[in-house]
Every structure is written in C-alpha cells, then in structure tokens.
C-alpha cells in the first residue's frame, strides 16, 4: 500500500495467519538449530523445523528496515525478526536500523546499509511508494530485497513480497458472521463495522471482501464507522455507531489494536445483544476470545510473523537455497499470508502468533 499516515506505523497491506501460511510453508527447511534447543523466544514467533535447508550454511548479513515500533503490529514485526535472525546465529548476522516513521530517513538508513554491503535486504517500508526508488536501487546493486508488506510500486524494486491479504480478511470476517447469524436463524441482521481509515487502499479491499461475502450469504453492512487504527479513534468510531444503531446484531473491527477502544466504548454503553470479531490477532483480543465472557467471539488474523519468514527467506536467498517442500529451485516471487479466523475453539493453536497490542 502506499501514501502511509504516520498514524498507521504498524500497518501495511495490514494478518494473514502466517502461522498456516508462509510460516507453516518455511518450517520444514529454515531453522537450524535442532528441535530441542529451541525454547521460548520472549514471545516472539519463529519459524521451526528441520531438513536439509536447516543445516549452517555461508554467513548471510541480512538489513533490516522497518517503521517505528510505536503500536503493538510494528512492535511485533520488529521484535520477530530479531528473534528469527537469532534462531539463524550460526550463518546470519542482523543489521537492523532504527525504526522511523519518516520516509526520507528510511530512505538514507536503507541507503546505509546498501553501501554496507549488506548480502540481502528486508525492507518494510514507511510508505511503499516512496521507498520504491531505493528498493530499486538495492536491486540494481545486486543486493535482492524482501518486500515486506506494504509493497514497492514496482516488482523491479523486490526479489520476493511477502505480506497478508486484506480482502481476504474481509471475507473471512463476513464469512463467520453470516454462519453465526444463520445458526441463531437471524434472517435479517443488523451488522456493524468499525473500518480503518477511508482512503487507504487496505481498508478499501477489507472493506470490499467484507460486503462481498456478506452478499453471498443474503447480507449487507448496516451501521459503518471510520476509525484511524488508533484506541481513542476507535473508541469515538464506536461509540457513534453504537449511539446511532439501538440494536446490533454483529459488529467487525477491522483491527485489534484500535479494538482496545472499540471494547472500551461497548463497555461504556453496556452493549451485549451482539457478537463482535477482531482484526488482526492481538494476545489480549485472542485471550478474550478463549474466556468466552465478552461480545467478541473471533479475529481474523494478520499475523507480524510474516516478518519471521521474511527473514527465513532472506537467509535462503543469501544461501542460493530454495524452500525445501517446493518441487521448483528458486525462493517464490510472491508469498500471501492467510487470514485464519481464531475463535474459542482453535484460539490455542494461534497463541504463538499473538501479538502485544
């Protein structure tokens, strides 16, 4: 995606579950330490697993570049990435720069570690088109780029994107919503949504894949706020919405770190008739999940460990390796992570991926 806010330092594109996708995918060939000496990594998600790719191979320098860590998405995507390059001490050394929610001083940080020399770049950039140039560059140097998220405006600018799928995240909210309204023989919902930001392309397709599975079922979006992926933003989106719609029936937000606020103002206006789902797949909407004591029932992810197979992917690269179950030779030129729907009954299986908002 491209022309970023500052306010949306942690999102790009914005969960798939890598957890079952490019995650899953890398497990079988990109760690190398054995199954046993891996323990907890400070929360942070990695890729495990063995096979012949796994074994050391040459030292790999990896950069690495990222906006600020100022929200729990970022934060997260941050703090993975370490924890992969640590998994790959053997044959990786990490360079990574200070995050910065300025285009033009990632720009020169990237720039930095080009003339380094840095074997292999993992870039997710401030904002997509304005890094593209230097994404470019990288590639022109022979130095080839993981494309991480919020993609350049051109494949000449990266080696392989890696990031989730908005509308998929749409669809799969209105997905599980229109199961659970048809399970209660609710023939006529009343549904709700707490967007992001308007005129980003993101919550565009979000909202896009929300209402085309919605239609599919016999739906529609009822009562529809805007909110701008921050707490207190998603606190007066909702407490609008909720004022201007005495009855719910299904509410999604379209992400978990605004949702602290989107709870808080259903709290304070002691709704409870509805069924809520998240976006994205924060520990702390996820152990709600699981308690099974509140309104929100599920969260579709968008999962930071794609930041832990970007470096995995990086260190393929590096190596000249390809992804071990695949039958072709190279590293894919594009990876799109799922978008799991974590409800009470498989919420365990996707704590790995959590994240703090």
């Not at 330490?33 to 990695?46: C, M, S």
């Not at 702390?284 to 308690?291: G, R, T």
């Not at 509140?294 to 969260?299: G, L």
Request: glycine share 10%; aromatic share 6%.
């Amino acid at each position: 995606m491209t022309d970023l806010p500052s306010s949306l330092a942690r999102r790009g594109f914005l969960i798939g579950g890598a957890a079952v996708g490019a995650g899953a995918l890398l497990s079988a060939c990109t760690s190398n330490e054995p199954p046993a000496a891996q323990g907890t990594n400070g929360g942070a998600n990695v890729a495990q697993g063995g096979g012949q790719n796994s074994q050391p191979g040459k030292m790999v320098t990896i950069g690495f570049s990222a906006p600020a860590a100022d929200h729990g998405w970022i934060a997260a995507i941050t703090k993975n990435a370490k924890a992969q390059a640590d998994k790959f001490k053997a044959d990786v050394t990490l360079k990574a720069t200070e995050g910065t929610n300025d285009s033009s001083q990632q720009i020169a940080q990237v720039e930095t570690l080009i003339n380094q020399k840095v074997d292999v770049l993992v870039i997710l950039p401030m904002d997509g088109k304005q890094l593209t140039s230097v994404g470019q560059a990288a590639m022109d140097a022979g130095i080839p780029v993981i494309n991480l998220d919020r993609i350049f405006d051109t494949p000449l600018a990266y080696r392989t994107w890696i990031g989730g799928d908005n509308y998929r995240m749409g669809v799969n909210a209105g997905a599980y919503i229109a199961a659970e309204m048809k399970k209660k023989n609710i023939t006529n919902p009343v549904i709700g949504e707490i967007a992001g930001i308007d005129s980003l392309p993101l919550t565009q397709d979000r909202s896009r894949g929300f209402k085309d599975a919605l239609a599919k079922a016999g739906f529609r979006v009822g009562p529809r706020q805007a909110a701008e992926f921050t707490v207190e933003t998603g606190e007066r989106a909702t407490a609008n919405l909720l004022q201007a719609a005495p009855k719910l029936d299904a509410l999604w937000n379209h992400d978990d770190d605004q949702g602290i606020g989107v709870m808080a103002a259903i709290s304070a206006a002691n709704r409870k008739e509805f069924i809520m789902v998240g976006g994205a797949g924060s520990k702390n909407m996820i152990d709600k999940i699981k308690a099974d004591t509140d309104v929100i029932k599920a969260t579709v992810l968008y999962s930071p460990s794609m930041s832990s197979s970007a470096i995995a992917l990086a260190r393929l690269l590096g190596q000249a390796k390809g992804m071990g179950d695949l039958a072709e030779h190279e590293i894919p030129a594009s990876i799109t992570t799922y978008s799991a729907v974590v409800t009470k009954e498989n919420a365990d299986q996707y704590a790995d991926v959590a994240f703090d908002s």
